[in-house]
């Protein structure tokens, strides 16, 4: 981090000694260690489970730990409950924000902290210090503006504003870029930074490594429940941590050579009530192209066409040779072709449900009409397995997992449907490095099986290491195709934003590529 404004105490405001945690035979925590000074930004990473979320939710006083001590500022002790942990300064913002949607900003950061005068739940003298708060933060949304119609960039920062009320000194922030892009994740660190010069305390959580040592003075490591290491931001690299975090070198996925087959998929001339036109795009079987654009160039859209979500109005597609219309998922799916969706939790998984439910949604094991209880069991264990989902158990709800293991289900779920032409769109979201490398080699493995495959994705490194080609979106239509060797930030850059016409849209910004 190299922001010398920053001035970091050597005052611990946050420490966990010796910290382990069982969940029945498993061990979630087993004697790990975390130091946060006032002031500073503290990143945290971890393959998946490597006990990042269990730490966190021990420091939030959400979870108990079997043994080991806690310290929050002048105060130490065996354990912490969500009330005690906020009345001493500490606040967590969890992935999944925790606002209350139908309420406006200011509302949701006095929850809980109203001073009622006359009836009133929002005198004038907390707003007007909300409002204060807003302004500083950047926040541009109408204060008067219901938070479920805020962009997550704003939910987010209605989240810090909440604890910068609550005069918190130390934040603990887990995955806050996730859902945000290039422009909005540039916008919260600055806010991250700013808390650090007032002398709060941030615990940085996220599975991207670059933005962790761009934000962070210090990195802690945890691998398999332990603390492996705590290094100094600008003394490591990416790849530096990755050897931590996986216990050896890190072997960097290489793209298959191989030959694309016949044609699976092929869109000509298709569009979509204006928001999708003269789409033309052919997969072969084999082969793993990528998507990439700005913020509504129509990513998105085109996949939930493909999925039978939006029908097209315009053009013509086929998958096998044969026309292919679909009106809902299931034609998609009789025809053959799987989307992957974005949003895991909300339209791939059965969160509450033991996974076997969730992978045999769409072709259960039956026969002479009658569902095989066992013979389900059975083929999601092995596609867990494959997949190197943990725990490997079909009988594991997909809500206790984290978020690489949750998007290893969605794609056990799609690969049980036999598809021949598979759509995935942001695979690699919330997911850390360990599990993005093996959902890659999965897509690879998908392709080397005779599938033709369609990944979406905001992030260009999840994309170079996998695709033969990459199509670039830009207002609905694609703007250009790179065969893999040519694949330059730059130039993807320049077919977003100008379709490679050298003058950028002013309505367009040249900095979120989508």
């Not at 700005?294 to 109005?313: I, Q």
């Not at 998984?349 to 259960?364: F, G």
């Not at 093996?438 to 905001?458: F, K, N, P, T, Y």
Request: proline content about 5%; overall charge neutral.
């Amino acid at each position: 981090m190299t922001d010398p404004v920053s001035v970091v105490s050597e005052l611990p405001a946050l420490a966990a000694d010796a910290v382990s945690k069982r969940y029945g035979a498993t061990v979630a925590l087993a004697g790990a260690s975390l130091f946060v000074r006032q002031g500073e930004v503290h990143g945290l990473v971890g393959a998946n489970g490597a006990g990042k979320s269990t730490l966190i939710k021990i420091l939030s006083g959400a979870e108990h730990q079997d043994s080991g001590r806690l310290r929050l500022g002048a105060w130490s002790g065996s354990g912490l409950t969500p009330r005690s942990a906020q009345a001493r300064g500490l606040e967590t913002i969890y992935q999944d924000l925790s606002v209350a949607p139908w309420l406006d900003g200011v509302a949701n950061v006095i929850l809980g902290q109203e001073h009622a005068r006359l009836g009133m739940l929002a005198p004038r003298r907390q707003r007007t210090e909300v409002l204060g708060i807003f302004a500083r933060l950047g926040f541009q949304a109408g204060p008067k503006e219901p938070v479920n119609r805020l962009s997550p960039a704003d939910q987010q920062l209605v989240a810090i504003a909440r604890a910068i009320y609550r005069r918190a000194s130390v934040v603990l922030m887990d995955e806050p870029t996730s859902s945000l892009g290039i422009t909005e994740r540039a916008r919260l660190l600055d806010v991250v930074r700013e808390l650090s010069r007032d002398g709060v305390a941030v615990v940085y959580i996220s599975h991207d490594l670059e933005e962790v040592l761009a934000v962070a003075h210090r990195v802690t490591v945890l691998r398999d429940g332990r603390t492996v290491d705590t290094v100094a931001a600008d003394q490591v690299t990416p790849d530096d941590l990755v050897e931590r975090m996986v216990g050896g070198a890190f072997e960097r996925l290489r793209r298959a050579s191989g030959t694309a087959g016949e044609v699976a998929l092929e869109l000509c001339g298709i569009g979509q009530h204006g928001r999708l036109a003269d789409i033309d795009l052919q997969l072969r079987r084999g082969e793993v192209v990528g998507l990439t654009g700005l913020v509504g160039s129509g990513r998105t859209r085109l996949a939930n066409v493909l999925a039978g979500l939006h029908p097209a109005t315009a053009g013509e597609m086929t998958v096998d040779g044969r026309p292919y219309r679909p009106r809902t998922p299931g034609d998609a799916l009789r025809a053959g072709l799987v989307v992957v969706p974005e949003d895991r939790k909300r339209d791939s998984l059965l969160m509450d449900l033991a996974s076997t439910h969730t992978v045999m949604l769409a072709r259960p094991e039956s026969r002479l009409g009658l569902l095989r209880g066992r013979a389900e069991r059975t083929a999601t264990k092995r596609l867990m397995d494959r997949l190197h989902v943990k725990p490997a158990s079909p009988a594991a709800v997909p809500r206790a997992m984290s978020g690489g293991n949750q998007q290893k289900v969605s794609l056990a779920k799609a690969l049980q449907a036999r598809p021949r032409v598979v759509v995935l769109d942001e695979p690699g979201q919330g997911v850390d490095i360990g599990a993005k490398q093996q959902i890659l080699h999965a897509i690879r493995e998908m392709a080397a099986d005779g599938c033709a495959v369609l990944v979406i994705s905001s992030e260009l490194q999840d994309l170079v290491p996998v695709v033969d080609r990459l199509l670039v979106m830009r207002r609905g239509r694609i703007s250009g195709e790179l065969a893999a060797a040519e694949i330059d930030e730059h130039r993807v850059l320049e077919l977003a934003v100008t379709g490679g016409s050298h003058r950028p849209d002013r309505d367009e910004d040249p900095t979120h590529v989508q």
